[in-house]
């Protein structure tokens, strides 16, 4: 069974940054392309970022490209979530995921990730 922990959420005003962690353990996590999303209060799940399990593929969604940088730790078995620049419409609950697919292609679906984390909620202050 795959557990994913989420860490390093918190509160920070706009323009800061804030780094979260997503570790994973039951599978082999190198094989595995990883993602984030989140979800607001009152809103959708939605796709924020997702890396392929060997680092060489990366998508990101429009609101947090060029703010947010996802990486990943295979001999650690962790993802990260790099979060620039923040602003307050970025509030909300961020979970980390594993894909359905061994080796497969990052994917923006939903229906893709089968594996969640709690979640860590992040709160940007105007």
């Known amino acids: 069974q795959v557990q994913l922990v989420e860490s390093g959420g918190g509160l920070v005003q706009a323009g800061g940054s804030l780094r979260l962690s997503c570790a994973a353990s039951?599978?082999?996590?190198?094989?595995?392309?990883m993602g984030w999303f989140r979800q607001a209060p009152g809103k959708e799940r939605e796709f924020v970022a997702a890396i392929s399990w060997s680092s060489a593929r990366i998508t990101y969604a429009d609101a947090v490209k060029g703010r947010f940088t996802i990486s990943r730790d295979n001999a650690k078995s962790t993802v990260y979530l790099q979060m620039n620049s923040l602003k307050p419409e970025d509030t909300a609950v961020y979970y980390c995921?594993?894909?359905?697919?061994?080796?497969?292609?990052?994917?923006?679906?939903?229906?893709?990730?089968?594996?969640w984390g709690q979640g860590t909620r992040v709160t940007v202050s105007s």
């Open positions: 995921a594993m894909d359905r697919l061994k080796l497969g292609v990052p994917s923006t679906a939903l229906d893709r990730w089968v594996d």
């Open positions: 039951g599978r082999t996590f190198s094989n595995y392309a």
